[in-house]
Each structure stands twice: as structure tokens, then as C-alpha cells.
T-cell receptor
Framework: QKEVEQNSGPLSVPEGAIASLNCTYS??????FFWYRQYSGKSPELIMS????GDKEDGRFTAQLNKASQYVSLLIRDSQPSDSATYLC????????????FGSGTRLQVQP | DVKVTQSSRYLVKRTGEKVFLECVQD?????MFWYRQDPGLGLRLIYF???????EKGDIPEGYSVSREKKERFSLILESASTNQTSMYLC????????????FGAGTRLSVL
């Protein structure tokens, strides 16, 4: 069974700090990786995708990928209370099954 | 702009009723998915479809069926609703390549009484 693991949290950070969210995956052949943000009672919203090793930055968000360690992370700089949500990591298993594999999510709380 | 539309945000049904949840996407995506999400259990895949009239079971297909007669529309059917099917239902779609992201609809919160 392919797995995507995330710490469920809550991860609590003060406003203005850097929030670091981590994800590990079990399938070495995984090719593409995604971070979704989900507010309570709402559906997941895509915020970042990353396909190659290294960092990818988009505004306050940076995704980091290390395929050798099977590790992907999301950094949120200058965290705001509006960033408080559950963050889902998703991985494309590249097995022909056309659904992403999702982690169970990390709940982030940004304290004003 | 990407758009996945689910026909209802909230539904209340009675035990034993036949329930239809509709999903439409306007991105010409080949793949469409139905998930349910319950507190503490994460996203669970019910069924998906990779082409018109094609379907595959996900992780929890029991008690559900699906229909995909047109590329843009994917329906989830609860043949005889039960209280344990009370949940948030999420539709998603994805391009046919293996690299793309999935895009979700707003969700339908179904209560079966």
C-alpha cells in the first residue's frame, strides 16, 4: 500500500513566523507532488505543485522536494491568521492509477 | 479558470432513498473522481473514471455506483442511502497526463436521516 505520511498537528506558530509542514511518501517512483490547503468545511484548494528536486517559490509559499529522501515540505513565510487551515500533501504514484494519493493533512494554527 | 461544479452544497435525505450527486467540469479533463471525507479519516476515494463510460472502483465503493455518459459530467449514486453515508462528498477532475494536479469542487455535505 502506497502511503503519504503527515504529522496531524496542530502545528501552532505565531503570526509573522515561518511555518514548516512536512510530508514523506513511500513510493520511490512518484513523479509529481502537490500541496493543498483546506479550510474547515471547505474543499481542498491547490496551492503548490513541484516536480523536480529543489525549491519552488510562489509568493510566501516555498515547496521543497528531495526525492532521494522521499520527502516534500511546504514553508509558509510571514504566516498570517488566514493561513490557519489543514494542509494536504498529495503524490502522483505513477502507477497508472489516475488518482493522487493524499496524506491525512497537517492542521496549522497561526496565533495573532 | 479551472471549474468543477457540484450540483448541491447541502442535501438532506431519508434512509433508503436513492440519491444522485452531480459533478460537472469545464476543463476537458479525462479523469474524474468521487471522494468522501470524514473527520479523522481523510480523503477516501470511492470511484473514478478515466474516460466516458469507463469507471474503476476506489478504496470504498460499497454502497455506491457512478455514471459517466459525457466527458464533462460524473455522477455518484447512492442506491439506497444509509445513515453511515452521511459525509462530505467531493468531486475532482484531472487532466489525462500523469503529472497534473487534481481540482476539487466545493463539496456536497450529505445528511442521511
Amino acid at each position: 500500500q502506497k502511503e503519504v505520511e503527515q504529522n496531524s498537528g496542530p502545528l501552532s506558530v505565531p503570526e509573522g513566523a515561518i511555518a514548516s509542514l512536512n510530508c514523506t511518501y513511500s513510493d520511490r517512483v512518484s513523479q509529481s507532488f502537490f500541496w493543498y490547503r483546506q479550510y474547515s468545511g471547505k474543499s481542498p484548494e491547490l496551492i503548490m505543485s513541484i516536480y523536480s528536486n529543489g525549491d519552488k517559490e510562489d509568493g510566501r509559499f516555498t515547496a521543497q522536494l528531495n526525492k532521494a529522501s522521499q520527502y516534500v515540505s511546504l514553508l509558509i513565510r510571514d504566516s498570517q491568521p488566514s493561513d490557519s487551515a489543514t494542509y494536504l500533501c498529495a503524490v502522483n504514484e505513477d502507477t497508472g492509477r489516475r488518482a493522487l494519493t493524499f496524506g491525512s493533512g497537517t492542521r496549522l494554527q497561526v496565533q495573532p | 479558470d479551472v471549474k468543477v461544479t457540484q450540483s448541491s452544497r447541502y442535501l438532506v435525505k431519508r434512509t433508503g432513498e436513492k440519491v444522485f450527486l452531480e459533478c460537472v467540469q469545464d476543463m476537458d479533463h479525462e479523469n474524474m473522481f468521487w471522494y468522501r471525507q470524514d473527520p479523522g479519516l481523510g480523503l477516501r476515494l470511492i470511484y473514478f473514471s478515466y474516460d466516458v463510460k469507463m469507471k474503476e472502483k476506489g478504496d470504498i465503493p460499497e454502497g455506491y455506483s457512478v455514471s459517466r455518459e459525457k466527458k464533462e459530467r460524473f455522477s455518484l449514486i447512492l442506491e439506497s442511502a444509509s445513515t453511515n453515508q452521511t459525509s462530505m462528498y467531493l468531486c475532482a477532475s484531472r487532466h489525462g497526463t500523469d503529472q497534473g494536479a487534481q481540482y476539487f469542487g466545493a463539496g456536497t455535505r450529505l445528511s442521511v436521516l
